[in-house]
């Protein structure tokens, strides 16, 4: 079993959400998950504690939580020393579009030149449109974006662009990379055949 930690930013949930799956994943293949924001470690929070790390943001305006940039700069020699993985979540990279995609990748890109991470594996995810979350100017801003991104303007609802599959792809094939990278196999199925 190996003990691995998601940590990641929020702003109206969707990562966390996200990182929800992750875990649950992770804890379907017998290993011990956990999520934490990066915005509210626990008291006596130790990364040592953890065998990998799995580390994700949204982009709003174009950026991510400082939250987790001032969280991968205080913890990256520790993060250099074990097997990690950076999630992202952008309406840009809901959109096949290829200039969506190549600004969805320069947002990570961005992210990891300031943080000078390089983490073992990384992924982009459509994120989502709360628009039921959102203050009156922040929904104005949005639907403006959404219109040439997506065209989903309606503010009466919310809209969701997470592909749970891919979510769950990435979760597992990280597992396998940790056991494969840690010299561990999965555990064992404790159902009697």
Not at 45 to 69: I, K
Not at 75 to 100: N, W
Request: contains cysteine.
């Amino acid at each position: 079993m190996v003990s691995i930690l998601v940590c990641y930013g929020t702003g109206e949930g969707q990562t966390a959400t996200v990182a929800d799956r992750i875990v649950a994943v992770l804890t379907e293949r017998g290993h011990d998950a956990t999520a934490v924001r990066a915005d509210d470690l626990p008291s006596g929070f130790d990364l040592e504690a953890f065998d990998a790390v799995l580390v994700g943001a949204s982009v709003h305006m174009g950026t991510h939580q400082q939250s987790v940039r001032t969280f991968v700069t205080e913890h990256r020699e520790q993060l250099a020393a074990r097997p990690t993985g950076f999630f992202q979540l952008s309406m840009s990279s809901a959109v096949a579009d290829g200039s969506r995609q190549s600004e969805a990748a320069g947002y990570v890109e961005t992210f990891l030149a300031d943080t000078d991470w390089h983490p073992d594996r990384i992924v982009r995810f459509g994120g989502a449109l709360r628009y039921s979350k959102y203050g009156f100017l922040k929904r104005l801003v949005m639907k403006r974006i959404a219109k040439t991104a997506t065209g989903d303007t309606d503010t009466s609802r919310d809209y969701e662009y997470t592909d749970w599959d891919e979510v769950e792809t990435f979760a597992a094939d990280f597992a396998s990379f940790v056991e494969g990278r840690l010299g561990v196999g999965p555990p064992e199925s404790t159902d009697a055949n």
